[in-house]
């Protein structure tokens, strides 16, 4: 006997800027069978370009700038957390959000936050990630999507892409090639993620 189809589970992105990755997270949901909707996209960022994309795909928005909250990340952090709860978001997925999260937020989220990362983790978490895989002279680069933890880009890898890197690459040719790669790789991860969820 066929059971109903399970709800797709409902993702809020974390954006700090133009939210490239939010808006393949997007297409993929509104093409439909990823398993996922975007239920919300937040940033800590008043006029981050990837608001008015995801606005301009129907998708609820809303800013929590950090700055107000000054010191007090946690404070910051559970207006967030609000918003999300409001929301129904059962996953959240962080794109490009330029926050060191406390471990009030990634406890609260536990084992159902995920990342992605510009390059082929354990390799070079931190920022600059594609400079230093050309300075290294690795022969590839690429993405990393994992579940969030207390350590800044640690917890277990879901999934993975590699990118050739060129003779004569620049960090910026990298970055763009690593790029077409994340956009297929985040909606793939997050997709067989939420179906696993959805299972149990
Ligand atoms: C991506 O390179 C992602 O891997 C990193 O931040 C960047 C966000 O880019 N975490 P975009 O805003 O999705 O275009």
Known sequence: MSSP???????????SGTGSNMAALIDAAQAGASGYEIALVLSNIEGAGGLAVAAAKGVKTVAIPHKPFGKDREAHEQAVDAALRDAGVQVVALAGYMRILTPWLVRAWDGRMLNIHPSLLPLYPGLDTHARA??????????????????????PILGQARVPILADDTPSALSERVKTAEHTLYPQVLGDFCKGLARK
Do not use: K, N, Q, Y
């Open 5 to 15: 189809a399970a709800s797709p589970v409902r993702v809020a992105v974390l954006i």
């Open 134 to 155: 050309i300075a290294a002279g690795d022969a590839e680069g690429g993405c990393t999507v994992h579940l969030v933890t207390e350590g800044v880009d640690e917890g």
